[in-house]
């Protein structure tokens, strides 16, 4: 019986963000229909169920790192994918939510929480490439989903994604 081919295995993760760039995969419509054939989507929480465990051909990953938890979720993650591109402007850059970067967040955790002391969390919002290599970097504040679409083929097809140099919005 003759083998068929794996298919290449997509992961993608969510780290401190609105979930606004998963939106972004999941409006592909007909797009997202040709990419699940063309990989094996192993890891999505935002629309499928599946293992985390395993190796990667591609992890996409949305969002800043916050917390003590997912700093050390983000060096899982790139242990297990081959190549890891972050989506959007939480990833790439912080989000809105790096605002916490210029002041104290300890005192911004006492004025919005009941019980601050249960909260753990850095003092800082970062992008994924302060924390592990990235192999590419897709801006925007959502990214724009036909330049997902192109990076993700462009991974696939091992070349480097033809997507503009600007943002779409925010960085
Ligand atoms: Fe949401 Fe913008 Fe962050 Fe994407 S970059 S997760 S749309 S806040």
Redesign the pocket.
Known sequence: MAETARKPRLGVWKFA?????QLSLLDCEDELLAVAGAVDIAYFPEATRGDVKGRYDLALV??SITTPHDAERIRDVRRWARTLVTI????TAG??QALRNFADVAEYAAVVYARPDYIDTLATSTPIAEHVPVDFELR????SKHQLVEVIAAFLAGRRPVTPAHSVC?E
């Open positions: 963000s609105c979930d606004g760039c949305e969002g959007g402007a939480c990833a989000g809105i925007g504040c959502p990214i925010v």
